[in-house]
């Protein structure tokens, strides 16, 4: 005699559980078909000059003394390693890094909640904020240098002048300084677009009860806002610092990266190693060096980025 459980389980359907769908390998290559000139184009505008770059690092060569090319293994990064000015160029490279970012992104969390607000010339206001993203780096570096900072003619000596300030040489004086100026100028725009952009997707209905629940602007600030833009802050940081890294241009143009090496980034040093020392060899090695220290930091922090957005998805 069957019970009443195991006639309503005889009288329930069977579930339907679909099959995974399996792609066989023509129809892969298929679907990446379009993207293989891309990947070819990436291939040998990058990989195969940092293959040459890696043979490159291995030899022993001059421009100056010909004939004086041959295999020296990894003799050039032990050199690299011991060289005190690469190691000040580091310390440089770090310090604008992170000067730059940090500063460009409390300038850029400051302006996002202020046009985040509903006022008059809202629009025009974020448009002249976004103009020194949109300017070029040798442009904007030739602004600061003959413009911003001359000690005769600059607009910084002119304003400061009123309270007793002397015409100060700020490029020859304070050269990193200087160069950090121009590139949190050219960066905060960029950091205010993304947090602005972590703002807008903030829902409103959680502000507006806590509102009403008695939170003060500071509380809903620290609570809410904050938590919700880390993600937004991190992604930005991390972008602003992997494009940092090759900055180039603005250490040419405002300081050639003296005096000495007290402005130079590595990029810069690099350059000077191998265009004006014309030692191959070694620029090849630093080169690499700082392509890998790069890659490892950008790959740690992008891991933890991705996997905060995809918590904060899971959550939601």
Not at 217 to 227: D, K, M
């Amino acid at each position: 005699m069957t019970t009443t459980k195991e006639r309503a389980t005889e009288a329930e359907p069977e579930k339907f559980v679909p099959r995974p769908r399996t792609i066989s390998k023509a129809e892969g290559w298929r679907r990446r078909g379009p993207l293989l000139p891309a990947l070819i184009f990436a291939i040998v505008v990058t990989q195969i000059p940092f293959l040459f770059t890696l043979y490159y690092s291995t030899q022993s060569w001059n421009l100056v003394r010909p004939g004086s090319r041959e295999f020296n293994g990894l003799n050039n990064y032990v050199d690299v390693f011991r060289d005190s000015q690469f190691r000040e160029v580091a310390l440089n490279t770090v310090i604008m890094i992170v000067g730059t970012v940090v500063i460009s992104v409390i300038l850029g969390l400051f302006l996002a909640l202020l046009l985040d607000r509903k006022f008059i010339g809202r629009s025009l206001i974020r448009t002249l904020l976004i103009t020194p993203f949109l300017v070029t780096p040798v442009a904007g570096a030739l602004i600061w240098k003959t413009t911003m900072f001359d000690p005769v003619f600059g607009l910084i000596n002119f304003a400061l002048s009123p309270f007793g300030v002397e015409q100060i040489d700020w490029v020859s004086r304070y050269p990193l300084v200087a160069v950090m100026v121009n590139l949190i100028w050219q960066w905060t725009p960029f950091m205010m677009l993304l947090i602005l952009a972590g703002l807008q997707s903030m829902p409103k209905d959680i502000a507006e009860a806590a509102r009403v629940d008695g939170a003060s602007a500071f509380a809903l600030f620290r609570e809410l806002t904050l938590p919700h833009l880390r993600r937004f802050i991190e992604l930005g940081a991390v972008l602003g610092a992997i494009y940092l890294v090759n900055t180039f241009d603005a250490v040419y143009m405002m300081t050639s990266g003296g005096p000495g090496v007290a402005s130079s980034n590595l990029p810069y040093y690099i350059y000077q190693r191998a265009f004006l020392g014309f030692d191959i060899g070694q620029a090849a090695a630093m080169g690499v060096v700082t392509v890998v220290a790069t890659i490892i930091v950008s790959t740690l922090a992008l891991r933890l980025i991705f996997k905060s957005f995809s918590g904060n998805e899971e959550a939601a």
